[in-house]
């Protein structure tokens, strides 16, 4: 093949792709207009859960962002889950090849290290005394699928209004906050007219750790909205991280089962200084 044929071949492949690209439909975001109006509790707390997003199986393509002290990171991300059961994390930095992996289920999580070929295999009983934020399967669980949790609670019910306390925070937003009584977090919600959650924050003051999880660009997904960008702020004394996690390709209820599978020669570590790696100190 000439080289003036070839270059014509490459011309019309690359047009094609950009014309591809272009006739691809792009999302609306979905913007609340609905004011808030006086609800009893029981009655907001329960729009809430029926305004939740609906999925037995959720996967999706992630891009994410980090920035933690002077360092920057970006990489794409597979993220699966199966309700109740498991969720996985594929963190792929290059070429679509996985270095890491963050596995969790209602006991355990294991995180795996390709590069240095390590991992933590730790039970959340022994990761609650350590770092009492955000570590528990269902709240993880939420906190990716944009769903209310109740603190130490593996399904929230209609009656669990009575553990919140609330506020109309503005014309826009509704203000619901609760305490655990066994660790000591704060956690709380901004609700908007839409009764869908647009803000989740938890604290544990006492050894100074917290987490905050921001939603935007709801999209809808399944005829729901569904946030296709997330914003992430963990804290401790000594470390600060924060993240931007931007959504794509979101499918749900296909068939998906998600298995904990340990590498025979890799190294058991602790989950302290796989974070010493991705979370330097300020």
């Known amino acids: 093949m000439d080289i003036s044929r070839y270059r014509q071949i ?5 047009l094609s792709a950009v014309a591809f690209t272009a006739c691809k439909p792009k999302q609306r975001i979905v913007y609340s207009t609905s004011p808030v109006v006086s609800k009893a509790h029981h009655e907001l707390f329960s729009d809430i859960i029926a305004s939740e997003f609906p999925y037995r199986t959720l996967l999706a393509r992630l891009n994410m962002g980090m920035t933690s002290g002077t360092k920057s990171y970006s990489s794409r991300a597979n993220l699966r889950i199966v309700k109740d059961e498991a969720l996985q994390i594929s963190i792929q930095p290059l070429f679509g090849v996985e270095m890491f992996r963050i596995y969790i289920n209602p006991d355990t999580l294991f995180l795996l290290d390709r590069m240095n070929k390590r991992y933590v295999l730790e039970s959340f009983s022994t990761l609650k005394e350590l770092y009492p934020v955000g570590f528990d399967y269902y709240t993880m669980q939420s906190l990716f699928t944009n769903a209310l949790f109740v603190s ?13 306390t609330y506020n109309r925070a503005s014309d826009q937003n509704y203000h619901i906050t609760a305490q655990d009584g066994n660790s000591g977090i704060d956690y709380s919600f901004t609700v908007n007219g839409d009764d869908r959650i647009t803000f989740a924050h938890l604290m544990q003051s ?24 997330m914003n992430v702020t963990l804290s401790s004394a000594s470390r600060k991280t924060n993240a931007e996690l931007i959504f794509s ?27 010493k790696v991705l979370s330097p100190k300020k």
């Open 152 to 164: 130490g609670k593996g399904k929230v019910d209609a009656d669990d209004y009575t553990l919140f």
């Open 249 to 275: 390709d979101v499918v749900t209820d296909t068939p998906l089962e998600l298995e904990l599978n340990v590498p025979s020669n890799y190294t058991k570590t602790s989950i302290d200084e796989v974070l």
């Open 10 to 14: 490459l011309v019309i492949c690359l």
């Open 206 to 229: 006492e050894k100074k750790h917290y987490m905050q999880w921001e939603y935007h660009n709801f999209m809808m997904l399944n005829n729901v909205p569904f946030p296709h960008k």
